[in-house]
């Protein structure tokens, strides 16, 4: 049996992975470079989001970068940790739909289709499907991919020059 100090100190340890960086020094380093030499260390949110939404359109990125970009916006304190779990479901969701990943793809487009393919999961008659995820399970699903969207439509409109300041 292990000590107690032992046990407290592997969970101190552990719930410092999860803590965001205190500052641009602190910050976990990337493990993709960053696509521009230009560091994110002390802009505000606001101009970080900007910054980012210069340089990546989430109609033409590949899953690799969209990987770094997630993790850039997190690191920046753009966004918190939900959103960052629901970016990282959608990148797994390019994965598992054997997307190349270094091959640029339209992920809002990705996602609105899968939007798509949910409601009409939603709307078959009881049976008539051959999934085997509840309503309640399509319906958590539904929510995930609406936060996903709402976020990169968000960022996108940030590329546009089009954001109001409310993410």
């Known amino acids: 049996m292990l000590p107690i100090n032992s046990i407290m ?3 101190s340890t552990l719930g410092a992975l999860f803590q965001r960086p205190a500052g641009p020094a602190a910050a976990v380093p990337p493990t993709e470079p960053m696509e521009s030499s ?5 802009l505000s949110t606001d101009s970080a989001l900007r910054e ?4 990546h359109d989430l109609r033409k ?7 770094a970009l997630a993790r850039q916006l997190y690191q920046a304190g753009v966004i918190d940790d939900r959103q960052l779990e629901d970016l990282a479901a959608v990148r ?18 990705f996602l609105e289709s899968k939007k798509q393919r949910l409601q009409g999961q939603l709307a078959a ?10 309503a309640t399970d399509y319906n958590e699903a539904a929510d995930r991919v ?10 996108q409109q940030a590329r546009a020059g089009a954001w109001d300041s409310t993410v």
Not at 61 to 67: L, M, R, T, V
């Open 9 to 11: 100190t592997g969970l």
């Open 38 to 42: 230009e560091s994110l260390g002390g």
């Open 52 to 55: 980012l939404a210069s340089r």
């Open 61 to 67: 990125i590949s899953p690799e970068s969209f990987s």
């Open 92 to 109: 797994l969701e390019l994965d598992l739909a054997e997307l190349p990943p270094d091959k640029p793809v339209d992920v809002i487009g």
């Open 125 to 134: 008659p009881a049976g008539k499907t051959t999934d085997s995820l509840s």
């Open 146 to 155: 609406a936060r996903q969207l709402e976020f990169l439509q968000t960022f």
